[in-house]
């Protein structure tokens, strides 16, 4: 099991990003992607008149999830100008288009099996439908080089090959409005689903800089708009404390000064996947910003532009920018929510969040608007599949710090991110009660469970074999621990954000070998050559 495992990552590390995806197949903003998505049959537009806020829009997108699961495109919105796009990176399929993957007839047969494109390795999103992750070849191989893709333009923005650049002008900025600002007059923004209390902009992508260092980070937020809650020209800011941004956030306030901050809405498709995208350094000081990936992936680099009211750079690219600035305290929060979440659970209404005050609006002529279904849509846990798949990696940089003998972490399929399985080479007894214990008291995980290094953590199969066959010998195998942190997502915590844990090893002690059950291991590699003179090798 290892060894096929390592000799997978060694052809990713030889094979580097040039060969994952093709730079020129990249879509360099939202209307080239439409163009190449309506070439592929992936996308449907529909002429007919739709309201945005009493759930007609929201219906023919929940339709579309339900059935043939293509981006869906509304050209005609009730009481706006602008047409509203929906279900844009809702497969896996119509992600690998947006970044220019194209894997070939033998990586489809090398990577079908491959458990890193499988539901164990969707960073545990799991969908309405029974076997909703059920893909084909394509799609699995499609996942594996998107997930390959990802790291190696990490590594490379990191080294700083293709950084952005700052120009004098863009699209984005073609309109400029900075008075009489009412957003759900200006704007298409849409209200999901019964259950959320307003409308909401999502998936808009949240650029901020930090003060210390300059470094420009982006990522995606919900950002309820609620006239009768903020007025008309504030928005919610619902983002984590520990989370880059909010971290950012904290800087600007420390110094008593409001956070310049901008939404952009309907960027490039490498961005905007980007934004999504938790890295390994997550918890730590970024060295780089996500638009230098935008730059790896697309082959050049991504052309920022100054915002018009406030200090940040955007995308030029996008279709609609919101500049505004946050408040410092005391006066800088309202209270916000509920929304429907990827769990398919909503909170109650999240008390004092901080809020957006809205200095700008820019956009492109003749504007495309991007939303995302609240709840477990397919696009939104689509796009919590990088969140989470980056916080696999960050996770384990983390752990093997003080656990250098962990070999790998997974996230455990249907689980959303909750669960996560990590697989360890033991060199002590009771080494695994100590990894344990570490990772469910400073991890938002809520279940845990050690395996050794011969299990694939990202194989939901061998895992649950794992479970069964090698936990319960002692009731010590299965820990419980009461109010340990998690996060906002999870619908079970209380008003500290404390919930109870579960804690599995199931793991061989210390120094008792297992070997996969074979004939004998001499006369199959006698056999293997008339094998292999019937059967081409894998």
């Known amino acids: 099991m290892k060894a096929a495992k390592d000799m997978r990552d060694a052809l990713s590390a030889q094979r580097g990003v040039t060969e994952t995806n093709k730079p020129d197949r990249v879509p360099h903003d939202l209307t080239q992607y439409l163009e190449r998505l309506e070439s592929e049959g992936e996308l449907v537009r529909i002429k007919e008149s739709v309201e945005p806020r009493n759930f007609e829009l929201s219906s023919m997108v929940q339709l579309m999830e339900d059935g043939p699961n293509k981006a869906i495109l509304f050209e005609n919105v009730k009481g706006h100008d602008i047409p509203v796009v929906a279900n844009l990176y809702g497969s896996i399929h119509r992600v690998a288009l947006a970044l220019g993957i194209e894997p070939s007839a033998e990586q489809i047969e090398q990577y079908k099996d491959d458990p890193r494109g499988s539901p164990g390795a969707m960073a545990g999103m799991s969908g309405r439908k029974f076997n909703g992750f059920a893909m084909d070849a394509r799609s699995r191989a499609e996942l594996v080089l998107i997930k390959e893709l990802l790291l190696e333009a990490d590594r490379r923005a990191h080294a700083r090959e293709c950084p952005y650049e700052i120009v004098d002008s863009g699209g984005c900025q073609d309109v400029v409005l900075t008075e009489d600002i009412d957003v759900m007059k200006m704007l298409p923004v849409v209200w999901h689903l019964q259950q959320d209390a307003s409308a909401y902009i999502t998936p808009a992508g949240l650029v901020q800089k930090d003060p210390e260092n300059g470094i420009l980070n982006i990522g995606v937020r919900r950002h309820m708009v609620c006239p009768e809650r903020y007025g008309p020209k504030r928005i919610g800011v619902q983002i984590g404390t520990q989370t880059p941004g909010g971290k950012i956030l904290q800087k600007w306030h420390e110094r008593g000064e409001p956070c310049p901050m901008a939404l952009v809405i309907g960027s490039d498709p490498a961005t905007a996947i980007l934004s999504t995208y938790s890295s390994p350094h997550y918890w730590m000081e970024p060295p780089y910003s996500e638009f230098d990936m935008t730059g790896v992936m697309r082959g050049k680099p991504l052309e920022l532009v100054k915002c018009k009211t406030i200090d940040l750079e955007v995308p030029a690219n996008a279709q609609i920018v919101i500049e505004g600035l946050c408040p410092p305290p005391p006066d800088n929060k309202i209270d916000e929510g509920p929304m429907m979440e990827f769990t398919d659970y909503s909170g109650t209404v999240v008390e004092a969040i901080p809020f957006m005050e809205i200095t700008a609006i820019t956009y492109r002529r003749n504007p495309i608007y991007h939303t995302t279904m609240s709840g477990n849509s397919e696009e939104h846990r689509v796009g919590c599949i990088w969140s989470f798949f980056g916080y696999e990696q960050m996770a384990l940089t983390l752990v093997k710090r003080q ?80 109010h340990l942190p998690t996060w906002e997502m999870d619908p079970e915590i209380d008003k500290h954000w404390r919930v109870a844990k579960l804690g599995v090893l199931a793991t061989r002690p210390f120094g008792e070998t297992y070997e996969v059950p074979a004939p004998d291991r001499a006369m199959m590699d006698k056999m293997r050559p008339l094998f292999e003179k019937y059967v081409k090798p894998c």
């Open 403 to 482: 656990f250098p003998h962990v070999q790998d972490i997974g996230i455990m399929a249907g689980s959303h991110g909750f669960h996560a399985v990590v697989s360890l080479k033991k060199t002590y007894e009771g080494e695994d009660l100590q990894l344990l214990h570490h990772l469910l008291a400073t991890q938002y995980f809520k279940y845990v469970t050690v395996v050794d290094d011969d299990i694939d953590p990202h194989n939901s199969e061998q895992v649950e074999w794992a479970k069964a066959c090698r936990a319960g010998r002692s009731p010590d195998d299965f820990l419980v621990f009461d």
